[in-house]
Structure formats: structure tokens, C-alpha cells
């Protein structure tokens, strides 16, 4: 298929002369923040970001108006937030006829927005309070910026530079009175981590001046900030930190200023709560504080609690125990009533809330006697699992794992019943990289994705349904059986399917009748890489991109096979590549997925006056028998990039371009049958002895089929030791080998024998390799006796003769 060559090409990818479209990137953005119901600017930077089509916004609330390239390297966007419109994060992807961007944020503020004004490393930017300053953390440098306060007035600091989702900018913040000396300074905290906060109350009149810089004094061109500076409330933290829905909530905000306390409404169960702590004078904080809203009540701890017997009163469950770690060796007891044979699962919340707490959390039984501990769950916060043993007063003990402790050390632990749960995602296929997270499917064309399935508390199979695909588009996704969770599908788009995208749900459906699980889509996408496969910075989102793109200069087909892959066994494979004229690039196939026990070759490479492979796959002897899905991948082939190891290394932090990978296109799913088979057979017992030739002998279990023609091959044969091929006719019953036995053959037992039969069956090219591991004895000359036929005798039989030889 011709591509066009149409000005509105988001991007030029010249490969041999042929010209087609590649997706674009997004490095920076500027600034990375707007005003809640103002309409701002977003300047995006990147590559192959001509003729953009849409910006798709994953949150409502704010939409964009206007897209407005520049060149191919920067794009304008105009947005409009709304008045109402939730603060924080709203993640989005760049559309053009190429493709989509990788995932990249920006983030919503209550205050105005304020631009940094070089140069303020040494000279301080004035500015007013309660605004949000955009920066750049330089190299080495530092910027600095003036407010003015008066005595006993509260200075409230907040940076957003993690997450702002671009590099690893980590940040601090110092405060210097009017007298130039340092009153504060702030790294990390354990609210938002690398993004350090700070309030406090200014002890004098006069002009404050505020330092952000790179914790290191590392940072380049491209390390932005927003740092929210006002006189709002930015509570370090909260307690306790969840109550009950529907309720009205009585907590506890420790300021960095002052410790204050606020009624808080909690809205119904299931209705999402962003806790913006507000005393009604001053502006709430730009972003929220982590509050659980759960439909159990709350127990607030009662000091002393510190043993087993001055834990309160026994409550039912579920429940959540609330609590603070105050004093270094401080532990908290809560006293439960629990039925035999109840499961429960016991929870602690407490670095997921932003406090400094690691707790420890153990179940009793009432007589003492632990029933279960846990330290870290999947973060530092523990979770245990406990069945009760019998009827009673059961208690939970919390503690520190450092032992360590203060005021903000609070803790939230439910007690709930263990509930099943079901997600639909889309698995990365790379570590650190956002490659292959959408779906981008050329005109007239497929693409494979694997949908996986998480089951939480429930086993069989699940159904997975998509929601509204862009227009052309379509895709077919099989239940997913029981012991599964990942299923390859393919996405195939008409050729006449609109250029566009969509941000689709997905469902999930098992369990059984009387108890369904129902679970949906979550794609968990890393924007900062920290350690290991850990993320500084990470976005959930609950639906994925699926966009048609220009067309593709190449589409790959399968040739159904006629016959069954067996085990020990090979089977043929036809694989035809269509190309658009002109276009006269080398393809590359590859098997992306393949039944456990099955193999094929890494890569095949189709040349460029070629339009056809053979592939050969191999079905090892324990392949798994059964009808599997088969499909296969074409891509173009391309030598690999060899990097100069003395090539400077790239500096400044900067988050790398993404490369123009060709993305691989599908064939249509095809049935790969691996079955037992049809020929089956065994040695019989074979000896001979150094320098003789002996005949060898495979009996079959079956005829081999009409219509079917086979040569046999004696595979396994000892050093030095022959035999030639033989033919096998349709209706043979047994295969019979003249090997010859060189003088040099090590004697010895070879359990290593097998005939591979290699022919046709159903017109398809076979190989089939039975009897294997059967014996062939090497022995020295004259240590061999046989009977008259020339079968050689066993030592038994050996025996026997030898004894009636002495009889007279």
C-alpha cells in the first residue's frame, strides 16, 4: 500500500526512499502548571510534533482549546481549567497521525502563576504571597525569591518537582530573615518525599527570603519546579488520618506553625475525597493531605495502652484502630471480639499516609500466644492475614520497626474481611521505558497487545470486554482460562478506518454465578525511575490509549498448518510479508508468543526481493499438548547500533529522546494444533560388536499413513558408528538401519538412540522423532553371542548356551 505524502504528517521517517509516519515525543513542558478557572499555556518540546491532532486528557475538568505547532520540535497547547475543576495531577498524551506521546503530566493550582525571572541567585524576586512560582534548578545554581511578612504571620512553602513528572529534580528549600540568617531549611519529608514542604510562623517584620536549589546542587536546563509560597495551610500531617463515610470527623492538623484542629463532612462510601485542609481565613493548601474515607467506624487510641491489660474496650470488626507512636519505646494495644473461623485481614496504614512511622503490627490470641506478625507488605506498611481460632477478645499491638517516634508518628490500622478483587491491565514489555504502553494500530492493519488479568481472592477463568474503540477498529478478546493471566489479541483497523484515538475501559468478569468479580482496567506508568524497578513518581490510569495511525509500508499472514506440531518433533511454518510498492526493506519475523515447550528462531529475516519465509518450530518433548493461539510479528530489519565505548556519556540529567522504533505489525491469529503423533514406535534390543555392521530395528505402533511419504533417519549412534538413510513407504510397520560399527567405536552402552522421520503429511513438512533413548551395547570382537537369526543374545541367554556348549 502507497503511503501519502501529505504536509500534514506529524513526522519524516526516510528509510531506503519510502517515507512513513513514527510517533511523537514529549521531553520537557513549560511551565507545567496552570490556575484553576483560567486558561493557560503549555509549550511542549520534543520531536516529530508536526501537525498535532489532540491532546488526550485522561481526567476531566480541564480540556484543551487550541494545539498550535511550531516546528516540528515544539507544539503549543492552550487549556482551560475549570473553576471547579479538581488541583493537583492531570496526566495527557500527544496525538498526531504518527501516533501518540509517551504519558506525561501537568498539574492544577489554586493560586496564579508566577514565572521566575533571572537573575535571582543573588538578587531575591519579589513576589506576593500565595502564588505558584515556576523555576528551573540550574547546575550549581540557586534561585531566590522576597516576600514580605509580618510578625507572627504563617509562611507556607511547597515544591512540586518530582512531581511534575519530568526528571529527577530533587529539591530544598531555606528560609533567611531579614537579618540574612537561616531560620529553616528543609530535604525530604515523609508527606511528599523528595518534594520538601515547610510552615512556620515568622518571628519578626520585615523581608523573608526564600532558596530552592537541587539537594546537591546538581540540576540543568530542564529540572522545572512549581513552588507554591503563601501564608495557606500546609499540615504535615493528620489525625487521625481516615474516619468513617458519611460522618463528621474531629482531627488534629500538625502544621509546621502550629497545631490546630478542624470538623471535617466526609462524603458516602465511594465517592473520591481530596482532603484540602482549610480554617476558613487562610487559603487551603495547593494540595491535598492522604485521608482514608472507609465505611467502618474509628477507635482513637487511649493512652496508657503500652500493655496487653490497658488496651481499651473490645469493638467488633471491622474497624480501624487510630493512633500515634509519641515516645521512643511506645507501643499501642487495641482489643478486638472476633468468632471462630473468621478471617481477617489487618491492614496498617502509615508511609502510604505520609507519616514517618514503619510500623510492626501482630494479632494475639487471647491467652498470649502470637497468632501473626508482619513488618512491610508491599511498602513500608504492614499487612497480616489472620483465621481466628476460636470465640474471644483477640488483641492488635503496633510499634515502630526503628524505634523511633514523635507527634506525627500516627498510624491507621483496619480491620477488614478479606474481599476478592480483579484488574485488567496491559503488562510493560521493558523494564524503564514507556515503550509499547498504548495501542497504535497503521490502516488496514494488526497489531498484537497482551491483555493480563490480576485475580485477588478467586480463581477461573475471566472474560474481558472492551469499551468504545475508536471508529475501524476492532479486537477479539478470548476468555482467559483458569491458571492464566496473560492472553495475546490482536487489534486490527479497516483499511478506510479514521485517523483518531480513544481512551478505552476495559471490565473484567469471573467468579461464579452466585459471587461475580467484577474488576477493571489499571495501568500503573513510572514518569520517574527510582532503584531497582521502583518509581520516584508514578501515574495510575483506568483507561488505555488506542489510536489509529497512518498506514505501514508492509503487513505479514500465516499460512494455516494442515497437520500438528508433536512432541519431539518439528513442523513448518509459511509466513508472507506484502509490501507497498516500491518499498525494499529487508523484514524481520519473529514469534512474540509460543506454547510452553515450543520453539522457533530467534528472528527470521525476509530479504528484499523476498515476499516469503519458512520457519521451522520445534516442539521439544514436553511441549504441552493442546490448540494454541499463533501469531507472528514483522518489523524492518535493522543491523544493530554498535555505541563508541570512549563516546562521551550524556550529561545534564536530561530525560533521553525517544527512539524511532519501527513499530512491528501482527498477523491474524491462527490455531497451532500440538497434538501426540500419529506414528509412534521402539527400539528393539540392538548390539553389535567393533568393525561389523548390524541391523537395527524401530517398530512402529502404527503404519505410518497413506498418502504420506517419510524419510528415516538413526540419529544418537556412538563415535564412528553409521547408518544410512532409509525410505519409508505408507503402510510400513517398522524402519530398519544396516549400521556400521568402526573398529575405533568406544564400547559401551548408548541410551541415546532415536529415529527421526522427516516427510510430508497433509501436504506439511514434518519431522517426527520417536523411540528415543533406546539402547545400542558396543562390544569388543567375539564378545557378542547371538541365536541363529544373528539376534544378539541377552546375558541370560548367553548363560544358557554356554552351559549346554559344556554338555556332553
Same mark, same amino acid.
Given at each position: 500500500?502507497?503511503?501519502?505524502?501529505?504536509?500534514?504528517?506529524?513526522?519524516?521517517?526516510?528509510?531506503?526512499?519510502?517515507?512513513?509516519?513514527?510517533?511523537? #515525543?514529549? $521531553?520537557?513542558?513549560?511551565?507545567?502548571?496552570?490556575?484553576?478557572?483560567?486558561?493557560?499555556?503549555?509549550?511542549?518540546?520534543?520531536? @516529530?510534533?508536526?501537525?498535532?491532532?489532540?491532546?488526550?486528557?485522561?481526567?476531566?475538568?480541564?480540556?484543551?482549546?487550541?494545539?498550535?505547532?511550531?516546528?516540528?520540535?515544539?507544539?503549543?497547547?492552550?487549556?482551560?481549567?475549570?473553576?471547579?475543576?479538581?488541583?493537583?495531577?492531570? +496526566?495527557?498524551?500527544?496525538?498526531?497521525?504518527?501516533?501518540?506521546? !509517551?504519558?506525561?503530566?501537568?498539574?492544577?493550582?489554586?493560586?496564579?502563576?508566577?514565572?521566575?525571572?533571572?537573575?535571582?541567585?543573588?538578587?531575591?524576586?519579589?513576589?506576593?504571597?500565595?502564588?505558584?512560582?515556576?523555576?528551573? #534548578?540550574?547546575?550549581?545554581?540557586?534561585?531566590?525569591?522576597?516576600?514580605?511578612?509580618?510578625?507572627?504571620?504563617?509562611?507556607?512553602?511547597?515544591?512540586?518537582?518530582?512531581?511534575?513528572?519530568?526528571?529527577?529534580?530533587?529539591?530544598?528549600?531555606?528560609?533567611?530573615?531579614? &537579618?540574612?540568617?537561616?531560620?529553616?531549611?528543609?530535604?525530604?519529608?515523609?508527606?511528599?518525599?523528595?518534594?520538601?514542604?515547610?510552615?512556620?510562623?515568622?518571628?519578626?517584620?520585615?523581608?523573608?527570603?526564600?532558596?530552592?536549589?537541587?539537594?546537591?546542587?546538581?540540576?540543568?536546563?530542564?529540572?522545572?519546579?512549581?513552588?507554591?509560597?503563601?501564608?495557606?495551610?500546609?499540615?504535615?500531617? =493528620?489525625?487521625?488520618?481516615?474516619?468513617?463515610?458519611?460522618? !463528621?470527623?474531629?482531627?488534629?492538623?500538625?502544621?509546621?506553625?502550629?497545631?490546630?484542629?478542624?470538623?471535617?463532612?466526609?462524603?458516602?462510601?465511594?465517592?473520591?475525597? &481530596?482532603?484540602?485542609?482549610?480554617?476558613?481565613?487562610?487559603?487551603?493548601?495547593?494540595?491535598?493531605?492522604?485521608?482514608?474515607?472507609?465505611?467502618?467506624?474509628?477507635?482513637?487510641?487511649?493512652?496508657?495502652?503500652?500493655?496487653?491489660?490497658?488496651?481499651?474496650?473490645?469493638?467488633?470488626?471491622?474497624?480501624?484502630?487510630?493512633?500515634?507512636?509519641?515516645?521512643?519505646?511506645?507501643?499501642?494495644?487495641?482489643?478486638?471480639?472476633?468468632?471462630?473461623?473468621?478471617?481477617?485481614?489487618?491492614?496498617?496504614?502509615?508511609?502510604?499516609?505520609?507519616?514517618?512511622?514503619?510500623?510492626?503490627?501482630?494479632?494475639?490470641?487471647?491467652?498470649?500466644?502470637?497468632?501473626?506478625?508482619?513488618?512491610?507488605?508491599?511498602?513500608?506498611?504492614? @499487612?497480616?492475614?489472620?483465621?481466628?481460632?476460636?470465640?474471644?477478645?483477640?488483641?492488635?499491638?503496633?510499634?515502630?520497626?526503628?524505634?523511633?517516634?514523635?507527634?506525627?508518628?500516627?498510624?491507621?490500622?483496619?480491620?477488614?474481611?478479606?474481599?476478592?478483587?480483579?484488574?485488567?491491565?496491559?503488562?510493560?514489555?521493558?523494564?524503564?521505558?514507556? &515503550?509499547?504502553?498504548?495501542?497504535?494500530?497503521?490502516?488496514?492493519?494488526?497489531?498484537?497487545?497482551? =491483555? *493480563?488479568?490480576?485475580?485477588?481472592? /478467586?480463581?477461573?477463568?475471566?472474560?474481558?470486554?472492551?469499551?468504545?474503540? +475508536?471508529?475501524?477498529?476492532?479486537?477479539?478478546?478470548?476468555?482467559?482460562?483458569?491458571?492464566?493471566?496473560?492472553?495475546?489479541?490482536?487489534?486490527?483497523?479497516?483499511?478506510?478506518?479514521?485517523?483518531?484515538?480513544?481512551?478505552?475501559?476495559?471490565?473484567?468478569?469471573?467468579?461464579?454465578?452466585?459471587?461475580?468479580?467484577?474488576?477493571? /482496567?489499571?495501568?500503573?506508568?513510572?514518569?520517574?525511575?527510582?532503584?531497582?524497578?521502583?518509581?520516584?513518581?508514578?501515574?495510575?490510569?483506568?483507561?488505555?490509549?488506542?489510536?489509529?495511525?497512518?498506514?505501514?509500508?508492509?503487513?505479514?499472514?500465516?499460512?494455516?498448518?494442515?497437520?500438528?506440531?508433536?512432541?519431539?518433533?518439528?513442523? &513448518?511454518?509459511?509466513?508472507?510479508?506484502?509490501?507497498?510498492?516500491?518499498?525494499?526493506?529487508?523484514?524481520?519475523?519473529?514469534?512474540?508468543?509460543?506454547?510452553?515447550?515450543?520453539?522457533?528462531? #530467534?528472528?527470521?529475516?525476509?530479504?528484499?526481493?523476498?515476499?516469503?519465509?519458512?520457519?521451522?518450530?520445534?516442539?521439544?518433548?514436553?511441549?504441552?499438548?493442546?490448540?494454541?493461539?499463533?501469531?507472528?510479528?514483522?518489523? =524492518?530489519?535493522?543491523?544493530?547500533?554498535?555505541?563508541?565505548?570512549?563516546?562521551?556519556?550524556?550529561?545534564?540529567?536530561?530525560?533521553?529522546?525517544?527512539?524511532?522504533?519501527?513499530?512491528?505489525?501482527?498477523?491474524?491469529?491462527?490455531?497451532?494444533?500440538?497434538?501426540?503423533?500419529?506414528?509412534? *514406535?521402539?527400539?528393539?534390543?540392538?548390539?553389535? !560388536?567393533?568393525?561389523?555392521?548390524?541391523?537395527?530395528?524401530?517398530?512402529?505402533?502404527?503404519?505410518?499413513?497413506?498418502?504420506?511419504?517419510?524419510?528415516?533417519?538413526?540419529?544418537?549412534?556412538?563415535?564412528?558408528?553409521?547408518?544410512?538413510?532409509? $525410505?519409508?513407504?505408507? *503402510?510400513?510397520?517398522?524402519?530398519?538401519?544396516?549400521?556400521? =560399527?568402526?573398529?575405533?567405536?568406544?564400547?559401551? $552402552?548408548?541410551?541415546?538412540?532415536?529415529?527421526?522421520?522427516? *516427510?510430508?503429511?497433509?501436504?506439511?513438512?514434518?519431522?517426527?522423532?520417536?523411540?528415543?533413548?533406546?539402547?545400542?551395547?558396543?562390544?569388543?570382537?567375539?564378545?557378542?553371542?547371538?541365536?541363529?537369526?544373528?539376534?544378539?543374545?541377552?546375558?541370560? !541367554?548367553?548363560?544358557?548356551?554356554?552351559?549346554?556348549?559344556?554338555?556332553?
Amino acid at each position: 500500500m502507497l503511503l501519502r505524502l501529505l504536509s500534514s504528517l506529524c513526522v519524516l521517517c526516510v528509510l531506503g526512499g519510502e517515507i512513513f509516519a513514527a510517533p511523537p #515525543t514529549i $521531553e520537557t513542558l513549560a511551565p507545567g502548571v496552570g490556575q484553576r478557572g483560567t486558561e493557560f499555556t503549555l509549550t511542549l518540546t520534543g520531536a @516529530r510534533l508536526t501537525d498535532p491532532q489532540e491532546l488526550m486528557l485522561y481526567a476531566p475538568g480541564v480540556v484543551c482549546t487550541k494545539l498550535s505547532a511550531k516546528n516540528e520540535n515544539q507544539v503549543t497547547v492552550t487549556l482551560k481549567a475549570a473553576p471547579d475543576c479538581k488541583l493537583g495531577e492531570y +496526566p495527557f498524551r500527544l496525538r498526531t497521525p504518527g501516533g501518540v506521546s !509517551e504519558l506525561r503530566i501537568f498539574r492544577i493550582s489554586p493560586f496564579p502563576i508566577v514565572a521566575e525571572k533571572e537573575p535571582n541567585d543573588t538578587t531575591p524576586q519579589s513576589v506576593p504571597l500565595n502564588v505558584s512560582l515556576t523555576g528551573i #534548578t540550574e547546575s550549581g545554581g540557586v534561585d531566590r525569591f522576597a516576600v514580605t511578612l509580618t510578625k507572627g504571620e504563617r509562611l507556607s512553602l511547597e515544591v512540586e518537582a518530582i512531581r511534575l513528572g519530568g526528571e529527577l529534580n530533587d529539591t530544598a528549600i531555606t528560609v533567611f530573615g531579614p &537579618d540574612g540568617k537561616e531560620i529553616a531549611t528543609v530535604d525530604d519529608t515523609p508527606l511528599f518525599r523528595q518534594d520538601p514542604t515547610l510552615s512556620l510562623l515568622v518571628p519578626t517584620d520585615g523581608v523573608y527570603t526564600v532558596e530552592v536549589r537541587e539537594t546537591n546542587y546538581g540540576g540543568s536546563d530542564t529540572s522545572r519546579y512549581v513552588l507554591h509560597i503563601g501564608n495557606f495551610l500546609r499540615p504535615a500531617a =493528620i489525625f487521625p488520618a481516615g474516619g468513617q463515610a458519611g460522618t !463528621e470527623v474531629k482531627v488534629k492538623l500538625f502544621d509546621h506553625s502550629r497545631e490546630s484542629t478542624l470538623n471535617v463532612k466526609l462524603p458516602p462510601a465511594g465517592t473520591p475525597f &481530596d482532603f484540602h485542609a482549610t480554617d476558613g481565613v487562610a487559603p487551603a493548601a495547593p494540595t491535598p493531605n492522604r485521608f482514608r474515607v472507609s465505611p467502618f467506624p474509628n477507635v482513637i487510641e487511649t493512652e496508657p495502652n503500652d500493655e496487653t491489660k490497658l488496651a481499651s474496650a473490645a469493638v467488633a470488626w471491622p474497624v480501624a484502630f487510630n493512633g500515634l507512636i509519641e515516645k521512643v519505646g511506645d507501643v499501642d494495644h487495641y482489643r478486638f471480639r472476633a468468632a471462630k473461623g473468621e478471617v481477617i485481614d489487618v491492614e496498617a496504614f502509615a508511609y502510604r499516609i505520609g507519616s514517618p512511622l514503619d510500623p510492626v503490627v501482630a494479632v494475639f490470641h487471647p491467652n498470649g500466644v502470637l497468632l501473626a506478625g508482619n513488618d512491610d507488605d508491599e511498602t513500608h506498611d504492614s @499487612r497480616v492475614q489472620v483465621t481466628i481460632p476460636t470465640d474471644g477478645e483477640y488483641i492488635v499491638r503496633v510499634t515502630d520497626k526503628r524505634k523511633q517516634a514523635g507527634p506525627r508518628f500516627i498510624y491507621r490500622v483496619e480491620l477488614t474481611k478479606p474481599s476478592t478483587g480483579l484488574a485488567v491491565f496491559l503488562p510493560p514489555l521493558a523494564r524503564k521505558t514507556q &515503550d509499547r504502553q498504548v495501542i497504535a494500530v497503521p490502516r488496514g492493519n494488526r497489531v498484537i497487545a497482551y =491483555i *493480563g488479568v490480576r485475580r485477588d481472592g /478467586f480463581t477461573g477463568p475471566v472474560t474481558v470486554t472492551p469499551g468504545e474503540l +475508536p471508529a475501524g477498529v476492532k479486537v477479539n478478546i478470548p476468555v482467559i482460562p483458569t491458571g492464566e493471566y496473560l492472553m495475546p489479541v490482536v487489534f486490527e483497523a479497516a483499511p478506510d478506518a479514521p485517523l483518531g484515538g480513544k481512551l478505552v475501559a476495559f471490565t473484567g468478569r469471573g467468579g461464579d454465578a452466585k459471587s461475580p468479580v467484577t474488576g477493571h /482496567f489499571s495501568q500503573v506508568v513510572t514518569l520517574i525511575q527510582a532503584p531497582g524497578d521502583s518509581a520516584f513518581h508514578a501515574v495510575e490510569l483506568s483507561r488505555l490509549a488506542v489510536v489509529v495511525v497512518e498506514e505501514t509500508p508492509y503487513s505479514v499472514s500465516v499460512v494455516p498448518p494442515t497437520t500438528a506440531l508433536v512432541p519431539d518433533g518439528t513442523l &513448518d511454518i509459511t509466513v508472507k510479508v506484502k509490501r507497498a510498492k516500491d518499498f525494499a526493506e529487508p523484514l524481520e519475523v519473529f514469534f512474540p508468543s509460543l506454547p510452553p515447550g515450543v520453539e522457533a528462531p #530467534t528472528s527470521v529475516v525476509i530479504a528484499p526481493d523476498k515476499s516469503e519465509a519458512v520457519v521451522t518450530l520445534v516442539g521439544h518433548p514436553p511441549a504441552e499438548l493442546g490448540d494454541w493461539r499463533l501469531l507472528v510479528e514483522v518489523k =524492518i530489519a535493522r543491523a544493530a547500533r554498535v555505541r563508541d565505548p570512549f563516546a562521551a556519556p550524556m550529561g545534564g540529567g536530561r530525560r533521553p529522546r525517544r527512539s524511532v522504533e519501527d513499530p512491528p505489525v501482527s498477523s491474524e491469529v491462527i490455531v497451532l494444533l500440538v497434538a501426540k503423533p500419529a506414528i509412534n *514406535g521402539q527400539f528393539a534390543p540392538s548390539a553389535g !560388536e567393533q568393525g561389523k555392521t548390524i541391523q537395527v530395528v524401530c517398530k512402529l505402533d502404527s503404519a505410518t499413513p497413506a498418502g504420506s511419504s517419510f524419510t528415516a533417519k538413526l540419529d544418537g549412534l556412538p563415535p564412528r558408528a553409521t547408518a544410512k538413510p532409509v $525410505e519409508v513407504k505408507p *503402510g510400513t510397520k517398522e524402519v530398519e538401519f544396516l549400521v556400521t =560399527i568402526d573398529p575405533t567405536t568406544p564400547p559401551g $552402552e548408548y541410551r541415546s538412540l532415536v529415529c527421526e522421520l522427516a *516427510g510430508t503429511v497433509g501436504g506439511q513438512k514434518v519431522v517426527y522423532r520417536i523411540g528415543r533413548g533406546a539402547s545400542l551395547k558396543i562390544d569388543a570382537p567375539g564378545a557378542i553371542k547371538t541365536d541363529p537369526s544373528g539376534k544378539p543374545l541377552s546375558p541370560l !541367554e548367553a548363560l544358557r548356551e554356554k552351559e549346554k556348549e559344556k554338555k556332553p
